[in-house]
């Protein structure tokens, strides 16, 4: 039998896809960026208490001088998820080469601040302190700087490992300091490396972390923050996904930079004292904007799915998938479904699993951009936080609302297709129902047959 059109397509989109998703350098951005989720998480948390929404208990950490303590958290959290991610960049790809990969992470860290001018020249008396860490390039303005210089510092450090270019202790020296020495070799060579380059933006009049933000990562941002970023985001995960190819992950490592950076801009627009608009700057897509709506009950927004299962399924295998689904989708966990309904490669379910979360965005993305939602703020939402809820917390009672009319779309968008296949899915069982009863009745014709031959030949053997 001929391969079908998905089948055809499949064979040669999977391949090409599996092996850039299993590159050892993108691997090591995904890890590297999953790194810094905690933080962001931690640092919400406690943005949200410092801002705390109702009036009386803000009041309360002001008078009580908690606010400070709290902002000082958040700092601490948000303003080094750039360094983070170069040291787990670096770290993660050593490791995956099978390497000891903690002094290799360290030199990735001292790396990205050997590139940085190491002082700070205060905005308004002008005056300059040296010695001193700029942290406004610790965070997300400097994360491009910390993914360029964790992946070439751990693929340098992985290749002085890999030809044994290293120093060599005796076999009785403590793994902790072997471990330090092996990494003296490649550790001097990228912090020289790495000199060199703050040496020629320096000639240059300039650093790297400004030349790069300035060059790449805002153009970059811009990017993410338009109409077809959304349409091709939107578009890209839900798309890998239909091939069993986890296009969250994926995309998600590609993007994550940018869109951090966009929720701490806007957050920086408040801090500033000043209103979130677009006007004064504010950014409508950022990390919210796809945990909280592109990806809301798991990527292609699939809570419709889980809807008609628990409440309209007439198969009995929906029936049992949706009792088991509707706990994980409340959590933004749709594996159950991807796989069991199935989606991965189901003709039918293409076109809702990929259009539901494009109809979700467009909504988000117009909804922000005429104001009749908040822009988000710094405040980020665990991605596995309930839907409703977390649109309260990144937003307001409008963004929750909002997400209950995402959730009514996509079980609107999604009920002619699950029905149909429901309808497909109950007259397989009802037919195998058939052909097991058919089956049974022929079974007890066959031993009713051979009973009474059995019979027959006791009654011959006793006439005898």
């Known amino acids: 039998m001929a391969p079908s059109f998905g089948d055809a397509i499949s064979e040669k989109l999977i391949p090409p896809v599996l092996k850039f998703a299993n590159l050892k350098p993108i691997t090591a951005l995904k890890n590297g960026m999953i790194a810094i989720m905690p933080l962001s998480i931690i640092g919400s948390i406690f943005l ?25 958290v958040y700092s601490a959290t948000f303003s080094m998820i750039g360094i983070v991610a170069c040291f787990a960049i670096a770290y993660n790809y050593v ?23 190491l002082s700070v020249t205060d905005a308004k008396t002008k005056v300059t302190i040296s010695s001193a860490i700029d942290m406004g390039w610790t965070g997300a303005r400097g994360m491009i700087v910390g993914i360029i210089v964790g992946e070439i510092s751990g693929v340098i450090f992985t290749w002085f490992l890999d030809k044994k270019i290293t120093i060599k202790l005796p076999d009785g020296v403590p793994p902790a300091v072997a471990n330090s020495f092996t990494g003296l070799i490649p550790g001097a060579v990228i912090l020289t490396l790495w000199m060199v380059v703050w040496g020629a933006f320096k000639a240059a009049g300039t650093n790297m972390m400004a030349a790069i933000y300035n060059v790449l990562q805002l153009p970059l941002q811009g ?18 996904w239909w091939f069993g190819i986890h296009g969250s992950s994926i995309v998600g490592g590609v993007i994550t930079p940018m869109l951090t950076a966009n929720t701490q801009d806007n957050q920086k627009i408040l801090d500033a004292g000043k209103e979130l608009t677009i006007a004064n700057g504010g950014h409508i897509v950022t990390q919210q904007f796809m945990d909280n709506f592109m990806t809301m009950t798991g990527s292609g927004v699939t809570i419709g799915i889980v809807i008609y299962m628990v409440f309209w399924a007439k198969s009995g295998q929906y029936k049992t998938l949706g009792k088991l689904a509707v706990g994980p989708a409340a959590f933004n966990i749709n594996e159950p479904i991807t796989f069991g309904t199935p989606i991965v490669m189901n003709p039918i379910m293409a076109i809702p699993f990929m259009l539901t979360p494009l109809v ?17 703020k710094g405040i980020m939402a665990p991605w596995t936080m309930p839907p409703i809820l977390s649109g309260f917390i990144v937003g307001d009672w409008r963004t929750a609302l909002l ?17 149909k296949a429901d309808q497909l899915l109950l007259a397989e069982e009802e037919a195998a129902e058939a052909e097991s009863a058919h089956e049974l009745v022929v079974h007890e014709h066959e031993a009713e047959l051979l009973a009474k031959a059995e019979a027959a030949e006791a009654a011959a053997k006793s006439a005898k």
């Not at 997400?403 to 699950?418: D, E, K, N, R």
């Open 48 to 72: 949200l208490l410092a801002y705390f929404p109702i009036t009386v208990v803000a009041t309360f950490f002001a008078n009580a001088g908690l606010t400070p303590m709290l902002l000082q």
């Open 95 to 117: 490791k995956a080469s099978g390497h000891e990969a903690l002094i290799a992470g360290v030199v990735a860290m001292c790396s990205y601040i050997l590139v940085m001018d």
């Open 223 to 240: 990017l993410t923050d338009s109409l077809g970023g959304v349409i091709v985001i939107s578009l890209a995960i839900p798309f890998l």
């Open 360 to 376: 979700v965005a467009l909504l988000e993305y117009f909804a922000l951009a005429l104001g009749l939602i908040p822009l988000y």
């Open 403 to 419: 997400q209950a009319v995402a959730l009514a779309i996509s079980v609107s968008m999604y009920l002619p297709f699950i029905r």
